[in-house]
Structures are given as structure tokens and as C-alpha cells.
């Protein structure tokens, strides 16, 4: 299990951006793909994207792709999801998490953090 500590949501207008961050002490960080997902209210978790050990690969959820971008800096053991345009339908509980396989499934990320609101105000 990999501890990971989620920043940086808040509240934001629409049209406004966040970049969130998630962070951990663990040395082997770079061995490990990292994931965000996402979680509004009354609803199950959905993927929004990913990002290989390297971070030469990503793939991202239809419904952010061209407003987000994830990144990694492994020196750093840090993550981000930088958010653009944000919309109301973008309120959720966002998650990093960390895996050993690239993929879009929630079910191939074993540690989760404890999650960082992002609410975005029309």
C-alpha cells in the first residue's frame, strides 16, 4: 500500500482552473502508474485519467479531455491534474491513486487517497 495525500481543491467558478496535486513519501514512486478518479454526490467513482511510470503516456476520460492534463514529477513523487474550464458537472471528490498496470480501471489501483472537493459554482 502506497500513502497518497491529495491538495489543491477548493471552490471555483465556472470557467475557472485548479490544478490538484497528490503527493507520497514513498521511494518507489516511480514504479507505479498513477490515476485520478472522481466522485460527485449520489454517484460511483469514474475515471478521469492516467499517466504511465515515465509519464510518456496518458489517457484521459471523454468528458475532461482538452480542459485537463495530467503530469508527474517522479523526483518529486508528486502527480498533478490540472483542470481548465471547470463546469458544474465537475463537482466531485477527486482521488489519486496508484497502481502497477496502465489502465482506465478502477479496479487495477490498489492505493487510494482520502480525496481533495473540488465544487465549481455556475
Known amino acids: 500500500q502506497v500513502q497518497l495525500v491529495e491538495s489543491g481543491g477548493g471552490l471555483v467558478q465556472a470557467g475557472g482552473s485548479l490544478r490538484l496535486s497528490c503527493t507520497t513519501s514513498?521511494?518507489?514512486?516511480?514504479?507505479?502508474?498513477m490515476g485520478w478518479f472522481r466522485q460527485a454526490p449520489g454517484k460511483g467513482r469514474e475515471f478521469v485519467a492516467t499517466?504511465?511510470?515515465?509519464?510518456?503516456?496518458?489517457s484521459y476520460a471523454d468528458s475532461v479531455k482538452g480542459r485537463c492534463t495530467i503530469s508527474r514529477e517522479n523526483a518529486k513523487n508528486t502527480v498533478y491534474l490540472q483542470i481548465n474550464s471547470l463546469k458544474p458537472e465537475d463537482t466531485a471528490v477527486y482521488y489519486c491513486?496508484?497502481?502497477?498496470?496502465?489502465?482506465?480501471?478502477?479496479?487495477?489501483?490498489?492505493?487510494w487517497g482520502q480525496g481533495t472537493q473540488v465544487t465549481v459554482s455556475s
Open positions: 499517466i504511465s511510470r515515465s509519464g510518456a503516456s496518458t
Open positions: 514513498e521511494r518507489t514512486f516511480s514504479t507505479y502508474t
Open positions: 491513486a496508484a497502481g502497477l498496470r496502465f489502465s482506465s480501471s478502477s479496479a487495477n489501483f490498489a492505493s
